[in-house]
């Protein structure tokens, strides 16, 4: 069925929505195309491909609202489907926020280029996975391996509104990983290394993946508990992005206006040092979270949520905006089977001036975090305590790897007390250069 076809389609399903008694509808398609390959020890464990389509309609009988969901797409349900989801409306209680966006309208036609024409096949996607595998073995030092894995896949998502919005996004995804083990016995230790990308060209070389996860493997052996201290802390680039899921969550509009973030009260003020900027851009050309259209219809633009280290603005769909007094930011995300609500897509922090090594070259005693283990942060204090493991850093450089350990703070004060490096990648969808953190409390023996 083609893309007109699927549209016409969900416009007869809001049709019948509004034909069913609903003042108001919107109903979203997303359907994907999966294919992975996986290997282990040099042989092929699993090739599986999968496919699914799902539709949502949202209904609206005053400021009631209900959603139904389905798999596949079925005309001869519609009304059933519709008929279903107003009655369900009609007893649930009435939100004074519900409500299809008033800033919605047609999507335009900018090229995000999100689509990679060349689908590869099982034996490309293996040789992919088994190239990885192979050189994370050859890594003087791995002794077993988890497995790598390539993957491929298509989505597309389709939404209508009564209020007469119609838009498509589809977007393609490459991926490649492996995880090995260094050592042996009770000594062994793991380490992975991942990539993800819209385009093949842009996908990092398998054998580039494989041997940076044996590397890593290979260097967190021996790993100490250090005793406990309040030191400075330095995230790697791959752990770095969680402090921005973290500021993410404390400017999400739904959890403001709940009060339930630690920086309800903060817009207008400094949150972090002078320079500093965060950014949420969903126009990237090739981006991994991009969209011309958020899940409400409403265009999307990019964000400055930071800027010199003043908090600019929440993060916004229309019923949080609504309930908060203020308009919606384009960044409603939707699925199938619940309601919209605000989400990033491409968010990061901008690079810093100084180089990773210089951020290092002042410490005599300090903290390397590679990995974060649980979530351990309380989004109404911002009181902060996770699992970690890494490196120690003495006189300016890497030391003995560590394991075991808790680092500990609170988020507005880790917020304030940060520097990031100059060698910002956008590589995962949220990112960050190497950031440095002045003090923290590393628990250990």
Known sequence: MTTPDRLTLLADLVAAARRAGADAADAVMVSSQSLEAQCRLGQTEHVERAESADLGLRVFVGRQAAIVSAAGMEPRRFAELAAQAVAMARVLPEDPFAGLADAARAADADDLDLVDPVAPDAPALTARALAAEAAALAVPGVTNSEGAAAGWGRMEALLVTSAGFAGR?????????????????????????????????????????????????????????????????????????????????????????????????AMGTRIMPEGIAVRDDPRRRRGLRSRLFDGEGVPTRALGLVEDGVLQTWVLDSASA????????????????????????????????????????????????????????????????????????????????????????????????????????????????????????????
């Not at 842009?202 to 030191?231: H, M, Q, S, W």
């Not at 409603?332 to 070259?361: D, E, I, K, Q, Y």
């Not at 007390?417 to 250990?444: E, H, N």
């Open 169 to 265: 996004s589809l977007r393609t995804s490459h991926s490649i990983s492996a995880t090995v083990l260094a050592g042996s016995g009770t000594a062994m230790q793991r380490d992975y290394d991942a990539h993800s990308s819209v385009h093949a060209a842009d996908l990092d070389a398998p054998e580039t993946i494989g041997r940076l996860a044996g590397e890593r493997a290979v260097r967190r052996l021996n790993p100490i508990r250090p005793r406990t201290a309040r030191l400075p802390v330095v995230f790697d680039p791959r752990v770095a992005g969680s402090l921005l899921g973290h500021l993410a969550g404390a400017i999400n509009g739904a959890a403001v206006a709940r009060g339930t973030s630690f920086l309800k009260d």
């Open 322 to 445: 609504r309930q908060l007094g203020l308009a919606t930011t384009g960044s409603a995300m939707r699925g199938t089977g619940g309601p919209p609500s605000p989400g990033t897509s491409n968010l990061f922090m901008a690079a810093g001036t100084l180089a990773p090594a210089v951020l290092l070259s002042g410490i005599g005693e300090g903290l390397y975090v590679t990995e974060m283990i649980g979530m351990g942060v309380n989004g109404l204090t911002g009181d902060y305590s996770r699992g970690a493991a890494g490196f120690m850093i003495r006189n300016g450089e890497l030391a003995e790897a560590v394991a075991e350990i808790t680092i500990a703070g609170n988020l507005r004060d880790m917020f304030r007390a940060l520097t990031p490096a100059d060698d910002l990648r956008f590589r995962r969808g949220v990112d960050a250069p190497t950031v440095r953190i002045d003090a923290m409390t590393m628990a250990g023996a």
